[in-house]
């Protein structure tokens, strides 16, 4: 089948080809062109040295020709294999050497060339292939002692010249091809030895990605060099996404768990309240209990978009806030339910303008004042500063604490201590507090004091 015009044939598509052979003639290629250039170098060099001593020996013998005949005409004897022919101005040849009498070694326009006065020099037969004659000669006007001129052509063979030259070219081919071979070689030897590894992640990589877990990319440790570092980075990136997975999982179950409850809940109202004729204030009740119960529903499904709006930066918007605006503001809306407990609320604010989004900040505190109103006792403290660059805020209450074993999980979704689960609330506070934190690239952290807890978030303003 023809390929369609401006098309590479199917067999010709350097893309599909394995990237060690698209390596290895890459090499080849490149190797050639400096091989055929070094090459071409040397020849032009040796070329130009034995041409330019059989042009010296040339010129010396067609000299001693043209001084022969002004002189007595007895011409001299020139190099071995040399030739010689005196062209008249007929075009006859006078005087020759032997068996060069009935053919000019000029054709008519060198010979017009050289009776005009012009040094006429050019080669008789090739380098390639082989021929049985091959000159180089030279003809110069000569007048002679009568006052008549004629055309000295002097000749001398080339054969020793091309037959160097041609050794030459079958050493350079010989010398190039294994070059070329032992690169080519190399260069696939390399690209194996460098790829190989890519291989043995990919093999790694295709068994995780069939459903294997736990398993990880084998990246040798006393290497230092940059697909060993795409090895860590990679495995990390492993470590990373495994543990997403882990949490998604348990996110999936935790969050269907309390789902189902409320759900469970408003389904047994419903029943309840069709199961027989109620009178107004009993379906009045039952709305109540469902209306409380879609409450939480729509709690729960805020604070999930809340959390899944923070795990994209591109929700994210510092602007310059004054401190103490940001954290009375978050007192003030815990004030009221701080009174009605008869517990105190106080601040320590160092005076500053910070860089946060504010949208954030000031529910994530809210809900570390509503934590503590809950769940702990006695008075509640904010402590707010910036220091080198940071902003700390924490919040301290005089309560019991957290359950010791319940801390490393303290941030995470739904969890919830033992003696939390018969307050209200959906465990997803201290999730939503951690994901602002790091949307700011800072931390929070939970720990239990002498005198109760504290839980800090911390980030650059």
Aim: hydrophobic residues 45%; neutral net charge; charged residues 25%.
């Amino acid at each position: 089948m023809t390929p369609p015009p401006g098309r590479a044939p199917r067999w010709w598509r350097p893309h599909r080809l394995p990237i060690v052979l698209r390596l290895l003639i890459a090499v080849a290629a490149a190797m050639s062109v400096v091989l055929t250039g070094a090459a071409g170098l040397v020849y032009w060099r040796v070329e130009q040295a034995l041409d330019q001593q059989l042009n010296e020996d040339l010129a010396k013998y067609r000299r001693g020709l043209s001084t022969a005949l002004r002189r007595d005409g007895t011409l001299p004897q020139g190099p071995a294999g040399s030739l010689y022919q005196v062209i008249d101005a007929r075009g006859r040849i006078t005087m020759a050497s032997d068996g060069q009498h009935t053919t000019p070694l000029l054709t008519a326009a060198e010979l017009r060339a050289s009776r005009a006065g012009t040094t006429v020099r050019h080669d008789i037969g090739r380098l390639l292939p082989i021929e049985p004659t091959s000159l180089r000669l030279e003809a110069k006007r000569v007048r002679l002692p009568d006052s008549t001129t004629v055309v000295a052509v002097a000749a001398i063979q080339r054969g020793h010249r091309d037959e160097a030259l041609r050794e030459l070219l079958g050493q350079l081919a010989l010398a190039a091809g294994l070059t070329l071979v032992a690169a080519s070689y190399v260069g696939y030897r390399t690209a194996r030895a460098a790829l190989g590894p890519v291989e043995r992640y990919r093999s790694r990589a295709a068994t995780l990605a069939d459903g294997a877990s736990g398993l990880r990319l084998p990246v040798p440790d006393d290497r230092d060099d940059e697909l060993t570092r795409l090895g860590h980075t990679l495995n990390r990136m492993l470590d990373r996404l495994e543990a997403a997975a882990e949490r998604e999982h348990r996110f999936i179950a935790d969050a269907s768990h309390e789902l189902r409850t409320p759900l469970a809940l408003l389904r047994a109202e419903l029943d309840v309240a069709l199961h027989r004729p109620r009178t107004a204030a009993e379906l009045t009740d039952t709305l109540r209990a469902v209306d409380a119960e879609v409450q939480r529903l729509v709690d729960l499904s805020n604070a999930l978009l809340d959390l899944e709006e923070l795990g994209s930066t591109q929700h994210l918007t510092r602007n310059p806030v004054d401190l103490a605006d940001l954290v009375n503001a978050a007192l003030e809306r815990h004030r009221g339910a701080a009174e009605r407990e008869h517990r105190t609320l106080s601040a320590d604010i160092t005076p500053a303008t910070v860089s946060v989004d504010a949208r954030w900040i000031g529910p994530a505190l809210g809900n570390l004042l509503g934590n503590a109103l809950r769940h702990g006792a006695g008075d509640i403290r904010v402590t707010a500063a910036v220091h080198e660059g940071r902003l700390r805020l924490a919040v301290a209450d005089e309560g019991a604490g957290f359950p010791v074993g319940f801390l490393p999980q303290a941030f995470d979704r739904f969890s919830r201590a033992e003696a939390s689960r018969t307050t209200p609330g959906s465990g997803l506070g201290l999730a939503f507090v951690a994901a602002v934190a790091a949307s700011h690239d800072g931390i929070a952290r939970a720990e239990n004091t002498g005198r109760g807890t504290v839980v800090t978030i911390e980030f650059p303003c």
